[in-house]
């Protein structure tokens, strides 16, 4: 068995981020790739990957790729 924090440090050194950032990361990756398909609203977005308010996701999404979901949204549509 491991702890939590010996999970976190074999993250850490394999992935070169902290558990916090991977999870992150992985949610706006995600994010983005629901914003691409142009067919899935915000809150329902916010509401697949945990945020209790689409405001949080907002929040996330915007200090993490500094553009809002909505811009991201929007160019995802311009490229098609």
Do not use: W
């Not at 440090?9 to 950032?21: D, I, P």
């Not at 509401?47 to 996701?57: A, D, N, Q």
């Amino acid at each position: 068995h491991y702890s939590s924090r010996q999970i976190s440090r074999v993250v850490k050194s394999c992935l070169g981020l902290t558990y916090a950032q991977l999870v992150m990361k992985l949610k706006m990756e995600k994010a983005t790739e629901l914003l691409n398909r142009g067919t899935v609203s915000i809150p329902a977005i916010s509401r697949s990957l945990g945020y209790s308010e689409p405001s949080s996701f907002y929040h996330a999404f915007t200090s993490y790729y500094g553009k809002t979901p909505r811009a991201d949204s929007r160019r995802s549509s311009e490229d098609l």
